[in-house]
Nanobody, 120 residues
Framework: QVQLVESGGGLVQTGGSLRLSCAAS????????MAWYRQTPGNERELVAS???????SYADSVRGRFTLSRDNAKYTVSLQMSSLKPEDTALYYC??????????????WGQGTQVTVSS
């Protein structure tokens, strides 16, 4: 069973930093991408950053220059380094990945979500 396990959420003050991690467990043959989304109550889930198997990363305009997404291909793990955090970064952050388990087709998986709260 493929699962995405998230960690690193918490409470920080404005200007602080947090590092989120997401590790895909299970028997995985390859991945298309791994990403982080975030969502606040009453709003749609938005893409924060994504990274391809090649290592090429993309970022939402709101976080570009402050967040950095990296990956460990061998472990199918991604880390989101968040710096210069703002109150508007407060959200429930979800790991997302399109993975191909052994002997199966690609499918999209979601983590359970980890809370990031930035106090003013």
């Amino acid at each position: 069973q493929v699962q995405l396990v998230e960690s690193g959420g918490g409470l920080v003050q404005t200007g602080g930093s947090l590092r989120l991690s997401c590790a895909a467990s299970g028997s995985i043959f390859e991945d298309d991408y791994m990403a982080w989304y975030r969502q606040t109550p009453g709003n749609e889930r938005e893409l924060v950053a994504s990274i391809r198997s090649s290592g090429a990363a993309s970022y939402a305009d709101s976080v570009r220059g402050r967040f950095t997404l990296s990956r460990d291909n061998a472990k199918y793990t991604v880390s989101l380094q968040m710096s210069s955090l703002k109150p508007e970064d407060t959200a429930l952050y979800y790991c997302n990945a399109r993975l191909r388990p052994y002997n199966r087709n690609f499918a999209v998986y979601w983590g359970q979500g980890t809370q990031v709260t930035v106090s003013s």
